[in-house]
């Protein structure tokens, strides 16, 4: 019934209407509320799968070994990529004006997870230069937030191209990096078995 109601969200974009929704099941609107108690926990459901293919599609770029500028092209391409792949699902579980705060918890959730890996590969990498890791946890919010905010920005509007979205939040990140970096006055090093990832 999830993926039929992700069909449904793709075809009639993220006003769909709980009978689109058990239509698109091929079931009845009481047989959909006997498997949902109502429309905000079916779109809790949705919510919970397309962050999960959202992650899925970031998860190859979250890689702590590649060096710090692939990692974040990476991982902004990635995501931009999802939504844009996924523009009405994205818009039905984030901004859909009925249940937006039932989507936005979906959402939170994986933001955390995706800010709570990059906390620990930026706070890694500062620990490794001497530098004091004390703001990797909120660099990682922050740019999370930055991300999906220009993502939001880039879906509605589309006045770039997906790469060059990705290529000037890149060089904006890694700007603030370099300069934390230049603090220490050596490269940024690739992280190794020494390094303590506790």
Do not use: C
């Not at 929704?21 to 109502?38: E, M, Q, S």
């Not at 740019?143 to 509007?157: I, N």
């Amino acid at each position: 019934m999830v993926q039929a109601a992700i069909e449904a969200v793709r075809t009639h974009g993220p006003g769909v209407s709980v009978a689109e929704l058990a239509a698109a099941a091929g079931i009845t609107k009481p047989v959909l509320y006997r498997h949902f108690t109502d429309r905000a926990d079916l779109q809790r459901a949705v919510g919970e799968k397309a962050a999960e293919m959202l992650l899925n599609r970031m998860a190859p770029e979250l890689d702590a070994g590649r060096e710090p500028v692939q990692l974040i092209h990476g991982v902004i391409d990635a995501f931009l990529a999802g939504i844009e792949a996924e523009p009405q699902l994205w818009r039905f579980v984030v901004h859909h004006p009925i249940e937006r705060e039932a989507g936005a918890e979906i959402v939170e959730d994986a933001r955390q997870q995706i800010a709570r890996l990059l906390a620990m590969i930026i706070g890694e990498r500062l620990r490794a230069l001497g530098l004091d890791s004390g703001g990797a946890e909120a660099w990682a919010q922050g740019l999370v937030g930055m991300v999906q905010s220009a993502g939001d920005w880039w879906l509605e509007r589309r006045t770039m191209s997906r790469a060059a979205l990705t290529e000037y939040l890149t060089t904006l990140i890694w700007g603030g990096i370099s300069g934390v970096i230049a603090m220490a006055d050596q490269p940024f090093p690739s992280p190794s078995p020494e390094v303590d990832r506790g």
